[in-house]
């Protein structure tokens, strides 16, 4: 798997569409755990745990259905603090209305939303969405 990040968030998007509780997802990442951190801060999942399996390890996690769309933004997108006050129209098509979803951003403070970006004054580096 070239992409971690983006294999696991796509496995989440297909367990919600088929109506699972719970994903395995594997293997784990720092990043993984770091967005999956956020996803569950927003109420977007529930609970999840690592499992040391001797190799890789992977994530447990419990579905809650309040998934519409999740994925990646490919490639990279630099933004700062300005840029977030407007979001630019290469990020806004990402989100399904304004107020409605949220951009994960990758910041020197560590991996969050770009409503909580605004609020701690930073920009970073753009590397998921979910709505």
């Known amino acids: 798997m070239v992409d971690v990040l983006s294999g696991h968030l796509s496995s989440i998007m297909n367990a919600e569409l088929r109506g699972e509780r719970e994903v ?11 967005v999956l951190k956020v ?21 447990k996690i419990q579905l809650l259905g309040r998934i519409n769309k999740i994925g990646t933004v490919r490639p990279r997108v630099s933004i700062k603090y300005n840029e ?30 770009h409503k909580d970006a605004l609020v701690k004054k930073t920009g970073g580096i753009v590397i998921a969405y979910v709505y």
């Open 24 to 34: 395995i997802l594997m293997p784990a990442s720092k990043l993984s755990a770091s």
């Open 39 to 59: 996803l569950q801060k927003e109420g977007y999942i529930g609970e999840f745990e690592y499992i040391d399996d001797g190799r890789f390890g992977k994530f």
């Open 84 to 113: 977030l006050l407007r979001l630019p129209e290469n990020l806004r098509r990402f989100l399904a209305s304004r107020d409605l979803g949220h951009l994960i951003i990758s910041t020197n403070q560590g991996v969050m939303t």
